[in-house]
């Protein structure tokens, strides 16, 4: 579509190019808006940084909206945020919690089977021990509890994400120590297995970050271009500009 749109732009049909990088962008939310993963977030927020790309090309190049309804048609187009990981991140979180309860049934089925083999003593101590180091239904609250503490600073803006991950971060804290008792031995594997499966997700928060600066930048890059500002009234044009870009 990108591909059409540069044809169509540079043939002097600008509003049918456009109008071709419109349904790009709607093919961008709707990927957004329907991830099932974090790729598929991923995948929207690339999209987004070529589009953006495909704009800075052509104001680079000189060229520029030619009549008021192309003007407001590239505005509309870059005035949106970039979609944050919101939904790819739930629909991991999703996931991964129904992962745990698999593998806990699993290990629950895989435990009776060997403890019919054993003496009887034997299978009390090892029932005793697995049922304090290992409470499944208590490993999946604290994954769960985990989500819902993380997820908000997914939708922090980017001059306040640090502080929101550093809120979460003492949260997280309390959290698990509300769930550490007998001195760390109640579901000690749990704790483990849930520990597992929280991975850092802060370098696809950052690199959305990055291309929404990006897209900020190509807004100016196309307000300067109508206003006509030369490079040496540059910096101080720069410095008046709305504050939300």
Same mark, same amino acid.
């Given at each position: 579509?990108?591909?059409?749109?540069s044809?169509?732009?540079?043939?002097?049909?600008?509003?049918?190019?456009? /109008?071709e990088?419109?349904r790009?962008?709607? %093919?961008? /939310?709707?990927?957004s808006?329907?991830? =099932?993963?974090?790729? +598929?977030?991923?995948?929207s927020v690339?999209?987004?940084? /070529?589009?953006? /790309?495909?704009?800075?090309?052509?104001l680079?190049?000189?060229?520029?909206p030619?009549?008021?309804?192309?003007?407001?048609?590239?505005?509309?187009l870059?005035?949106?945020?970039?979609? *944050?990981?919101?939904? +790819?991140?739930?629909?991991?979180?999703?996931?991964?919690?129904?992962?745990?309860?698999?593998?806990?049934?699993?290990?629950?089925n !895989?435990?009776?089977?060997?403890?019919?083999?054993?003496?009887? !003593?034997? *299978? &009390?101590?090892? %029932?005793?021990?697995?049922?304090?180091?290992?409470?499944?239904?208590?490993?999946?609250?604290?994954?769960?509890?985990?989500w819902?503490l993380?997820?908000?600073?997914?939708?922090?803006?980017?001059h306040?994400?640090?502080?929101?991950?550093?809120?979460?971060?003492?949260?997280?804290?309390?959290?698990?120590?509300?769930? =550490?008792?007998?001195?760390?031995?109640?579901?000690?594997?749990g704790?483990?297995l849930?520990?597992?499966?929280?991975?850092? &997700? %802060?370098?696809?928060?950052?690199?959305?970050?990055?291309?929404?600066?990006?897209?900020?930048?190509?807004?100016?890059?196309?307000?300067?271009?109508?206003?006509?500002?030369?490079?040496?009234?540059?910096?101080?044009?720069?410095?008046?500009?709305?504050?939300?870009?």
């Amino acid at each position: 579509q990108l591909a059409q749109a540069s044809l169509l732009w540079h043939s002097g049909q600008q509003e049918r190019a456009l /109008r071709e990088v419109l349904r790009t962008d709607r %093919t961008i /939310r709707a990927i957004s808006d329907s991830a =099932t993963e974090l790729v +598929g977030s991923m995948i929207s927020v690339a999209m987004a940084y /070529r589009k953006q /790309r495909w704009f800075a090309d052509l104001l680079t190049s000189g060229q520029v909206p030619a009549s008021p309804k192309v003007r407001e048609i590239a505005q509309s187009l870059l005035e949106q945020p970039v979609a *944050t990981a919101y939904q +790819g991140l739930h629909s991991e979180a999703v996931f991964q919690v129904r992962a745990l309860k698999l593998i806990y049934e699993d290990e629950r089925n !895989w435990q009776n089977k060997e403890a019919s083999a054993l003496p009887s !003593w034997q *299978t &009390f101590l090892r %029932t005793t021990w697995m049922r304090t180091a290992f409470l499944p239904n208590e490993s999946l609250n604290l994954q769960t509890a985990w989500w819902q503490l993380y997820l908000p600073t997914v939708q922090a803006p980017a001059h306040k994400y640090d502080e929101a991950l550093e809120d979460f971060q003492q949260r997280e804290k309390t959290l698990l120590e509300q769930h =550490t008792r007998w001195l760390g031995v109640r579901n000690f594997t749990g704790r483990v297995l849930t520990g597992i499966a929280k991975p850092s &997700f %802060t370098t696809y928060i950052q690199r959305r970050f990055d291309v929404d600066a990006h897209r900020r930048m190509v807004m100016l890059m196309l307000l300067a271009k109508e206003q006509h500002i030369s490079d040496d009234k540059m910096p101080a044009w720069l410095a008046q500009s709305p504050e939300n870009l």
